[in-house]
DNA sequence: ATTAAATATACGAATTACGTATAAAAATAT
DNA sequence: ATATTTTTATACGTAATTCGTATATTTAAT
């Protein structure tokens, strides 16, 4: 068992790294910040990672990583809009897509160029891959063609947010019905309709 | 002009503080750095502020104070569902909305109990004169009824974030534009419907 | 020209953050 | 039970931030 990316603290850092970095940046958060959180001692980081930025760069790999592979697998995938919405929502509560600006921004002042080439080059990729799937389902009659695919991509990603909220939570029986909720809701909208209605 | 609220740098400070204290917290965001993004010398800080803790104090009662009075003026006009949830949009863009919880996280433990009393009682308040006016559209057949008046809300809210959006915001001619698709979204979903079709 | 307002710069003091060293405690293996 | 590894608690020195102020200069308004 020497492999250290399945040990328990490792990944309790790494956990509580992405979490925090991806809110607030990385000057904003401390090494100590992490530890307290992850319930780790400061000592045990230091094993780990020889400094912050190390730790913030092993995040970030993964949740590159990580996030193009579901996202790709996701739209390789041969269902229907609603179906690979459904997913789309699903992984991002797992936390491992998007890279947050707000890390960007200030991890990036110091990293090396060749991170951000990676990151930005399979992040558009990605992002493209997406939009031309939206766009044939617009053209296929799913999708009403006034709307524009970039935006439905970005409503997805912040609805996800609210799936963490507890008083939300709270009002349903599962997580999955509220999720279920989101997905009716872009689908139908608000409004009442015949093929849905309770 | 000895009006101290209505100078041009006082408003820049607050505004400034509002958006940086409602992103990341009381205790992660300096004096400087709300001096350097509202173009504000440290000087003129300290000369309108006495320190730090006051101007989150003085944003928050302003945001509060006026939240509520927009929040409840746009409750109290006789208006249709979708023309409120439009305006309520709108006011949530001005930015006076809605109490950051990381704002609250840290700027609390140092604060006036009567603060947070205050805002507690007022908060709710209003949240609930919301839900209530959902529930009587609902009644009404305005929205389907297999919906949950809280959610709505709070997905308006995550919706407000992405108006500043740049890169949606330059495929919309007016960011009314982007207003207008949320909110279509909202009522009728991404579905095609008839009554819209274009 | 006079006055008021805002800035740039630097400063000391206090706090926070970084990364390390040491020794004790807890968990795991033998 | 004993040995070994892993994790922790504590404290430390150093460096960097941050706070709030003091002083001198610049800019803008009257």
Known sequence: MENIS?????KALMETGRRLFWKHGFRRVSVEEVCEEAKVSKMTFYKYFPNKFELAKAVFMEVVGKGVTDF?????????VGE???????????????VSREFLADFYLGAEPELKEFVEKTTTEVWNELIKDYRKAQEEGMLRNDFKP?????????????LKDESLLAMYDTPQDLLLEFTNLLVYGVAPHSSHEK
Do not use: C, F, Q
Request: hydrophobic letters at 45%; zero cysteines; a positive charge.
């Open 84 to 98: 690979k919405m459904h997913r789309l929502i699903l992984t991002k509560v797992e936390g491992t897509n998007e």
């Open 6 to 10: 399945h040990n328990k603290k490792y």
């Open 150 to 162: 970039e935006l439905l991509l970005k409503i997805a990603t912040k609805l996800v947010e609210l």
């Open 72 to 80: 790709k697998s996701i739209m390789a995938a041969d269902l229907p």
